[in-house]
């Protein structure tokens, strides 16, 4: 597979278009084919011969004629196909040169014309950047006959070119285990984000812990791994489908290789194109009857089709604005240090999977914190690390902040002591337009949203005594006062993840949020707080709790065997827990507990966080036994983050063997 290709199948398209790779169908022009149309004949002989001499590889020759091609031209058709010619040379500006003159031209031929020209304009992007990046990768496939694992990573490169980072990131990696010198074949220049998406990957594969989990792993070992993640929600359907059918084309382009039909069913998968991702799922199985993913993805998705769910994930999510609001959100928490400081101690709601509905007995008092104390706080913290530590305050913990009627003024102050200042809220009660306005006016740095549902039926089983009507008004209401004040905070939706969610109602919740311009982002819920999930991996848990664990996408009861099972390190980590290195936690009463997963008031690390040093905080803090419990029991993967993708297998596996994702008719 090669350039050529992608210009054979743009050709093919262009005079022939009766149908793509997985069957999905197109009619032929009524009138017949484009250079049919409108070109002259001798556009057509000079095309011709341009291309006859790029068969025979005199390409001096074909580039030469091309380029006297488009600058005399005026046919968007002979423009169109000299574009396609000029790519196949590796002229990539002449390409995107006669391209643009053909759109120029291309008035009221539009349709077929964009449908052709889009592709090329995604993958080479208009920007001299990306076009002189293409311009290297297609020089050094031209020199010679791309193997796999070149065309993989051209794919990548193409991939990351479009912003599809964890596509580009697979690509990329299957590249990388078809042949681990191959990025070395790339002369790719340093400031692209290629090249950064290359020393993300290398700089994994260097990592011990993460190469020993890889050895373990027989996803890992497997190009085959896109597979295993298509049975999966689609976590990539929102981007922009065009190129993701564009890229589809590249993978499975008459071919026998499973890979490439494995990777062409996640492509059109993720472009929620399901029919055709049946299709190419049904030839993975031809070629390899037994495979058992490809199997279990055949049997999931026809499930998808025709339901309202199929329809809901054909609406095309705007790829860009999601990808700005989520690095707009993340850079403002970005920090050294954080500090959960919970202003209230308490909270409206009582979650199921959260201690301020499970854990009646933790002996945590519930109260407001004085605006005295919380700026003594503040100044403590301040002196505490060096000015070049960036600190960042999320004002909550386990409690709703918003309850707290001086809210404004705890963000005014974190602000004037120079820390990035987080919020997160239910936002599950009676907001007045006043209150909330000078909430924003304060403004926060972030504002995060907690639900788990579109629909009462579904939220309020897991944000008990919630109401999702109240939480929805209350978010067009901020998006009023977002644009009335003029504010700069970033909002994000955290869905939480449950088995009884992650359907229809989470489609909708993503609506809404790209609607009001918000980022959507989903967390698989977890069981909390750390000494009931630690017991619950002992097996010591009751009734409650069972049903809890029962609707969890990750059941904290199988937790050890996944551990064991994934070839994780036990208890023996590279790192340290990082939320005992990077986070504490201050209650409202201003004592510390272990960490911010911790809510037993037995498991107070220090009485007054403003009496102890921070570093003695800090040695309190990790000479604690329930630390060493934590880690013993490998609770700490639940929360620290030490590596997620762990659990979150786990969690796609279970989500889709119960056929999660399924539209409420069942089917
Ligand atoms: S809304 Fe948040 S803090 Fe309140 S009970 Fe639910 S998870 Fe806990
Ligand atoms: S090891 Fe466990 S208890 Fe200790 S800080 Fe990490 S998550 Fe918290």
């Known amino acids: 597979m090669s350039y050529q290709n992608v210009a054979e199948i743009i050709t093919e398209t262009d005079s022939n278009r009766t149908g793509d790779l997985c069957g999905s169908t197109e009619e032929k022009s009524e009138s017949g084919t484009v250079s049919e149309k409108t070109s002259s004949s001798s556009d057509i002989d000079r095309i011709a011969m341009a291309r006859e001499y790029l068969k025979k590889g005199i390409l001096d020759k074909a580039h030469h004629l091309i380029a006297e091609i488009i600058k005399a031209s005026l046919e968007p058709d002979t423009l169109i196909k000299a574009a396609i010619i000029s790519l196949e040379l590796g002229q990539i500006k002449l390409s995107l040169k006669a391209l643009d003159k053909a759109r120029e031209q291309g008035r009221g031929i539009s349709t077929e014309y964009e449908e052709i020209a889009r592709p090329l304009y995604q993958w080479f992007g208009s920007e001299k950047k990306c076009a002189d990046s293409g311009v290297n990768q297609h020089n050094i496939l031209l020199k010679k006959l791309p193997s796999l694992a070149e065309t993989y990573c051209v794919i990548g490169i193409f991939a990351a070119e479009c912003d599809y980072v964890r596509l580009a990131l697979k690509n990329l990696e299957t590249a990388q285990f078809i042949d681990s010198d191959v990025f070395n074949n790339f002369d790719l220049p340093k400031d692209t984000i290629t090249a950064h998406l290359i020393d993300c990957i290398l700089s994994i594969r260097k990592n011990p812990y993460l190469t020993d989990l890889a050895r373990e792993t027989p996803a890992f070992q497997q190009p085959q791994l896109p597979i295993f993640e298509v049975i999966n929600p689609p976590e990539l359907s929102y981007r922009d489908q065009d190129a993701h059918l564009a890229i589809a084309h590249l993978y499975g382009q008459a071919s026998d290789d499973i890979v490439q039909w494995a990777m062409t069913a996640q492509s059109l998968y993720a472009s929620a194109a399901i029919r055709e991702a049946i299709t190419a799922f049904e030839r993975v199985v031809e070629l390899q009857p037994n495979n058992d993913l490809a199997t279990r993805a055949l049997w999931h998705l026809p499930k998808l089709d025709n339901s309202e769910l199929d329809r809901l994930l054909s609406v095309r999510f705007d790829a860009n604005k999601m990808e700005q609001l989520r690095e ?42 004085d605006l005295n104390k919380y700026e003594r706080i503040l100044s403590k913290i301040k002196k505490s690390h060096d000015p070049s530590v960036s600190i960042a305050i999320d004002i909550h913990n386990w409690g709703e902040s918003l309850l707290h009627p001086k809210l404004p003024e705890f963000i005014k102050k974190t602000r004037e002591y120079g820390f990035l200042v987080g919020l997160s809220s239910n936002l599950n009660h009676n907001l007045s337009r006043k209150k909330l306005e000078e909430i924003i006016r304060a403004e926060p740095d972030a504002l995060r949203i907690s639900l788990s549902g579109f629909s009462n039926e579904i939220h309020m089983q897991t944000h008990t005594r919630g109401d999702i009507n109240i939480v929805k008004s209350n978010m067009h209401l901020l998006r009023h006062v977002l644009d009335r004040t003029k504010s700069e905070t970033a909002i994000e939706i955290g869905y939480m993840v449950y088995k009884h969610n992650f359907s229809d109602d989470f489609v909708r919740m993503r609506l809404l949020a790209e609607e009001l311009d918000f ?140 056929g999660a994702f399924v539209g409420k008719d069942g089917r």
Not at 342 to 360: A, K, M, Y
């Open 519 to 658: 980022h959507f982002d989903w967390i698989f819920a977890v069981y909390m707080p750390v000494e009931k999930t630690i017991t619950a991996i002992r097996g010591e848990y009751d009734q409650a709790d069972k049903e809890i664990f029962e609707n969890l996408p990750v059941d904290p009861r199988e937790w050890t065997e996944l551990v064991d099972g994934s070839g994780a390190f036990r208890k023996n980590t590279p790192g340290d827990c990082h939320l005992k290195k990077h986070r504490m936690a201050i209650n409202f009463d201003g004592t510390v507990p272990i960490c911010c997963a911790s809510y037993s008031y037995d498991n107070i690390a220090v009485k007054d966080f403003l009496a102890v040093s921070h570093e003695e905080i800090q040695k309190c803090r990790s000479d604690h036994s329930l630390c060493g419990d934590c880690m013993d029991s490998n609770a700490y993967f639940f929360y620290s983050g030490v590596h997620p993708e762990m659990g979150e297998r786990k969690a796609y596996k279970t989500l889709s063997e119960i």
């Open 328 to 369: 707009k959100y993340y850079a403002a928490r970005q920090a050294d240090y954080y500090y959960n400081i919970d202003i209230v101690g308490t909270c409206n709601l009582r979650c199921p999977s959260c201690p301020v509905g499970n854990f009646d007995d933790s002996g945590i008092p519930k109260g407001f914190m």
